[in-house]
């Protein structure tokens, strides 16, 4: 993961990046799920990833890609694509385990996409909003966070966020 621009000393984009680097770990543990041929594990891990990723992509969408859209449209307008592709797959398993026998596998083939999702941000937008974005533009997006989390501006972080688990989830 980038480490070498700096950006990562914005709590904004540490944040982001700390979501990401959960859903790393969690991709990690469906990975390890499907090779033991646990699909209802690995459904149960898609939840946890949503319930990261769907006030993550919100934080994004809604503070941290418009300002970037004018210079790079074509840019945001593909990532914010593999976002519904993605949430899509991960969607089918939102009431449980998915009836599709073929859902494991399209849920591998997204979570590679979104590995490599992860890094065109991490590489290239978030790098690219460091040079490009003003602090009235950072404002926007912590308080995009802070409403997004239901937070105070002054604390960035959620459960959510930070575990990938909703404040009332078993760990089942």
Partial sequence: MCEYCGCQALPAIAELTREHD?????IGDIRTAHRESDVPRMARIARR??????????VEEQGLFPPLAEEFPERIAALEAEHRHIEAILGEAAAGVPADPG???????ALALLRD??????????????????????????AVRARVFGLRPDRPQAD??????????SAS
Avoid: C, M, Y
């Fill in 22 to 26: 959960l859903v790393v770990n969690l």
């Fill in 49 to 58: 990833i949503s319930a990261v990723l769907v006030p993550h992509t919100a």
């Fill in 103 to 109: 859902w494991p596998l399209r849920l591998l083939d």
């Fill in 117 to 142: 999702h992860i890094l065109k941000e991490q590489d290239g937008v978030f790098p690219a909003a460091l040079a490009e974005l003003s602090t009235e533009a950072w404002e926007a997006i912590d």
């Fill in 160 to 169: 959510t966020a930070r575990t990938g688990r909703q404040h009332n989830e």
